[in-house]
Nanobody, 123 residues
Framework: QVQLVESGGGLVQAGGSLRLSCAASGRTFSSVAMGWFRQAPGKEREFVAAISRNGGIYYADAVKGRFTISRDNAKNTVYLQMGNLKPEDTAVYYC?????????????????WGQGTQVTVSS
């Protein structure tokens, strides 16, 4: 089991920045792939970014060049630095984790999810 707790959401103006954090517990953090999904009102959840156990990094096209995912294994924490935010980035952001060695799982159907944190970008 992996427990995930997100923080750092809030209200920001378009063009601004926010950093989301996610603290993980329950498994050896360095052995877990971590990621972020988001869900906007009336839309399905979508992949945002992921970082594998070995440091491989993946982004959705919509956020590439604006968002940066990173992890601190000493702090059992994954971060999502979001820049040049747009109103269409408004969503609940979910931290995710995957303990299997199947890379595709963290990109499409991670096993563990946090409760989510709201990010609202005003125009």
């Amino acid at each position: 089991q992996v427990q995930l707790v997100e923080s750092g959401g809030g209200l920001v103006q378009a063009g601004g920045s926010l950093r989301l954090s996610c603290a993980a517990s329950g498994r050896t953090f360095s052995s877990v792939a971590m990621g972020w999904f988001r869900q906007a009102p009336g839309k399905e959840r979508e992949f945002v970014a992921a970082i594998s156990r070995n440091g491989g990094i993946y982004y959705a096209d919509a956020v590439k060049g604006r968002f940066t995912i990173s992890r601190d294994n000493a702090k059992n924490t994954v971060y999502l630095q979001m820049g040049n935010l747009k109103p269409e980035d408004t969503a609940v952001y979910y931290c995710t984790a995957e303990t299997s060695q199947v890379l595709q799982r963290i990109l499409t159907a991670p096993s563990y999810w946090g409760q989510g944190t709201q990010v609202t970008v005003s125009s």
